[in-house]
């Protein structure tokens, strides 16, 4: 079994800053790609960041140029850094892997997610 464990969400004034984090654990062999979701009241969940294993990214329009995606292959964990943040960034943001066990099955996890507020 695998665990994702997200961190660092909270109440943020516009143009702020936050750092998320998710750490993996459990019975890991390898992860593939590693993302950040994120869903606000009355909407879809919408992909936000993905990271590949070889350190490949790719951004949804609205976050590029202001979010960062990055990963600690070590640690099996993958950060959110968020700048210029907007209200209509506020959603509940979740962090999702592909995670290959040791039967080199793969498998997809999802962390329980974190509140992101940000006020006007």
């Known amino acids: 079994q695998v665990q994702l464990v997200e961190s660092g969400g909270g109440l943020v004034q516009f143009g702020g800053s936050l750092q998320l984090s998710c750490a993996a654990s459990g019975s890991i062999f390898s992860i593939n790609a590693m993302d950040w979701y994120r869903q606000a009241p009355g909407k879809q969940r919408e992909l936000v960041a993905t990271?590949?294993?070889?350190?490949?990214?790719n951004y949804r329009d609205s976050v590029k140029g202001r979010f960062t995606i990055s990963r600690d292959n070590v640690k099996n964990t993958v950060y959110l850094q968020m700048n210029r943040l907007k209200p209509e960034d506020t959603a509940v943001y979740y962090c999702?892997?592909?995670?290959?066990?040791?039967?080199?099955?793969?498998?997809?996890?999802w962390g329980q997610g974190t509140q992101v507020t940000v006020s006007s």
């Open positions: 999702h892997a592909e995670v290959v066990g040791f039967t080199r099955h793969t498998y997809s996890y």
């Open positions: 990271i590949t294993s070889g350190g490949s990214t």
